[in-house]
Nanobody, 124 residues
Framework: QVRLVESGGGLVQAGGSLRLSCAASGRTFTNYAMGWFRQAPGKEREFVARISRSGRDTDYIASVKGRFTISRDNAKNTVYLQTNSLKPEDTAVYYC?????????????????WGQGTQVTGSS
């Protein structure tokens, strides 16, 4: 079992920044690729970013490329999502997730464990 706890969400004006953190416990952190998803009211949960076990390989949804950065500190069992130039359309609950998969990682059903989510609101 892996427990994931997100933090760092909040309300920011458009153009602002937030750094989301996700602390993992319970199993060896480097056994898992990690991802961030988000879900806005009335919408399906969507992929935002993913990072490989080593941290060398990352990928993003097109709408956040150049604005968001995913990273991980394996010594601290933590994955981060730096969100810059936030837009109102980025408003959602952001979830981190852990996966045993080695490929894909764009779909929620490819992840084994989920955090409880943290609210990010970009105001116009």
């Amino acid at each position: 079992q892996v427990r994931l706890v997100e933090s760092g969400g909040g309300l920011v004006q458009a153009g602002g920044s937030l750094r989301l953190s996700c602390a993992a416990s319970g199993r060896t952190f480097t056994n898992y690729a990690m991802g961030w998803f988000r879900q806005a009211p009335g919408k399906e949960r969507e992929f935002v970013a993913r990072i490989s076990r080593s941290g060398r390989d990352t990928d993003y949804i097109a709408s956040v490329k150049g604005r968001f950065t995913i990273s991980r500190d394996n010594a601290k069992n933590t994955v981060y999502l730096q969100t810059n130039s936030l837009k109102p359309e980025d408003t959602a609950v952001y979830y981190c997730a852990a996966s045993t998969y080695y490929a894909g990682l764009y779909l929620p059903n490819q992840y084994d464990y989920w955090g409880q989510g943290t609210q990010v609101t970009g105001s116009s």
